[in-house]
């Protein structure tokens, strides 16, 4: 089979994985000239590339109920040598065609077999082709110490795919993998990341949930993702709304919305970048994020104790709570209040806020600008 047949397969077959905004979408995606799948992935600092992601194998011996390369599914196996996989990378990177490499694979034999090949390709891609740019390398379930270490001093960003929350719900869809196993190289890599002061990974490591794949709450899953925040110092966290696979014990299982799916990505960013607590996050009985409105909004309604605030007067913690204000158009008030008053909403529009819905909860030197409250 021709080398970049073999990119178009195990490319398609590495959609579920997800490695930026929207990259499990066929909308975020892009085919180059040849045919092959291209993705943009949003780096820490704001930039984007242009990635190609794609599997070493899409051969499994993993049968997890949701996947599309589970070993039990009826469906052409490709593979890899590492030396052709990075060759045909060097050529599309001088190309112009990509400048970044996502690089994941079903688990064929032993996991430490796997891991081998998949290193193997990024030290070629290093060290051959003297590629200096951005790498994501996953880790793979069943991976040693010793693959870990060597993924973190030649990847640019490692992840372990969890798919749920905890080891019950697990279970429901992965039955021959481990939550615990796959927890322990991710607190191998925060030891080897610290350990080299950040120099190692800069762009740190990641996870992705599968949602509502096991029946789990919303609740569950952002419990697990605070925790993890927290004690290995993730980057961040990717979810991925179940989409039924044909041929596979899930495939009469509901797809999940994508507003779910939005709703998460909207709480972690509030725990990521607004300074907000997941104890401060709005749930509903059954454990799941309120549709009708954003999380952020969602608290503002239920505190209105906090509300309104001077912007001219008001801390960057407080700003930070105010629906319609962002970091940066809270750095740029904090800013440009120094210089002169905020007066009106068109100041506000001007820092990049969105006025309209800040107005109901703010003060504008001391009075209430005119709003229409939101019906949700």
């Known amino acids: 089979m021709d080398t970049f047949e073999k990119v178009e397969i195990l490319?398609?077959?590495?959609?579920?994985?997800?490695?930026?905004?929207?990259?499990?979408?066929?909308?975020?995606?892009k085919k180059d000239d040849l045919g092959r799948w291209i993705y943009p992935a949003v780096l820490p600092d704001?930039?984007?590339?242009?990635?190609?992601?794609?599997?070493?194998?899409?051969?499994?011996?993993?049968?997890?109920?949701?996947?599309?390369?589970?070993?039990?599914?009826?469906?052409?196996?490709?593979?890899f040598a590492p030396e052709e996989l990075a060759r045909a990378f060097d050529q599309m990177h001088r190309k112009g065609l990509v400048e970044g490499l996502f690089l994941s694979s079903g688990v064929c034999g032993e996991a430490g077999r796997a891991m081998?090949?998949?290193?193997?390709?990024v030290e070629l891609v290093r060290k051959r082709y003297a590629f200096p740019g951005y790498i994501h390398l996953k880790i793979l379930p069943g991976a040693s110490?010793?693959?870990?270490?060597?993924a973190v001093q030649l990847a640019t960003r490692v992840s372990v795919n969890l798919e749920a929350p905890n080891a019950e719900r697990l279970a429901r869809i992965a039955p021959r993998k481990d939550f615990v196993n796959l927890l322990q190289p991710m607190h191998w890599a925060k030891g080897l990341i610290e350990a080299s002061g950040g120099r190692l990974v800069p762009a740190g490591q990641t996870t992705q949930f599968v949602v509502g794949a096991a029946n789990e709450s919303d609740r569950e899953i952002l419990t697990t993702t605070a925790r993890l925040y927290q004690e290995i110092g993730l980057a961040r966290a990717y979810f991925s709304a179940f989409q039924p696979v044909?041929?596979?014990?899930?495939e009469d299982h509901p797809p999940t919305p994508p507003l779910r799916e939005h709703r998460l990505y909207q709480s972690d960013w509030l725990l990521r970048q607004y300074d907000f607590t997941f104890e401060?996050?709005?749930?509903?009985?059954?454990g799941n994020l309120p549709c009708e409105a954003d999380p952020?909004?969602?608290?503002?309604?239920?505190?209105?104790?906090?509300?309104?605030?001077?912007?001219?007067?008001?801390?960057?913690?407080?700003?930070?709570?105010?629906?319609?204000l962002g970091p940066r158009s809270v750095a740029r008030i904090l800013r440009l209040r120094r210089q002169g008053t905020f007066h009106t909403l068109t100041d506000l529009k001007k820092v990049g806020a969105v006025a309209s819905r800040a107005a109901p909860f703010i003060l504008l030197d001391g009075k209430r600008p005119p709003h229409q409250m939101s019906l949700w």
């Open 11 to 29: 490319g398609r077959s590495a959609q579920y994985d997800l490695c930026g905004e929207a990259c499990g979408t066929d909308a975020a995606r």
């Open 46 to 79: 704001g930039q984007r590339v242009a990635m190609l992601k794609v599997l070493l194998s899409n051969a499994c011996q993993k049968d997890c109920y949701y996947c599309a390369n589970r070993a039990s599914r009826d469906f052409q196996r490709v593979s």
């Open 116 to 121: 081998d090949q998949m290193i193997t390709t």
């Open 145 to 150: 110490l010793t693959h870990v270490e060597r």
């Open 246 to 250: 044909a041929d596979t014990p899930l």
């Open 280 to 286: 401060e996050l709005i749930f509903d009985e059954a």
């Open 296 to 324: 952020k909004m969602m608290w503002a309604k239920v505190h209105p104790e906090r509300f309104p605030i001077e912007v001219n007067r008001a801390s960057r913690e407080e700003l930070l709570r105010v629906p319609g």
